[in-house]
């Protein structure tokens, strides 16, 4: 389930609703576009915290996935450990298979 929900993350991208950096994923969520807020398990607390702030704020889903590593690979981008997806479809199924993954 890793590898579907790392592959959706890729689809994202390609489509061009996926955004990344702590700065774009906070415009993203204040200007009511994300959708899910993917924090790696490897990001510092206190940035994980200021992030998790605006997204409750803003009633944004979080959820906590991968290493900086795996997700920036995937992604095409480097050293990047917070991701926004900004469309409903993708956020629910990428929700979904990390959900499925956990249990």
């Known amino acids: 389930m890793k590898d579907k929900a790392m592959t959706y993350m890729g689809f994202a991208r390609k489509a061009g609703v996926l955004v990344f950096g702590t700065r774009a994923c906070m415009d993203s ?23 998790g702030k605006v997204a409750e704020k803003t009633g944004t889903k979080t959820v906590t996935f ?9 992604t095409g981008t ?3 450990n917070v991701f926004a997806v900004n469309d ?10 990390i959900d499925a993954g956990t249990q």
């Open 78 to 80: 480097a050293g990047r």
């Open 29 to 51: 969520m204040e200007k009511g576009r994300a959708r899910l807020v993917i924090f790696t398990g490897d990001m510092a607390e206190n940035s994980k915290k200021k992030i």
């Open 66 to 74: 991968g290493t900086g590593e795996e997700l920036s690979q995937i």
């Open 88 to 97: 409903e479809h993708f956020a629910d199924i990428i929700l979904q298979e």
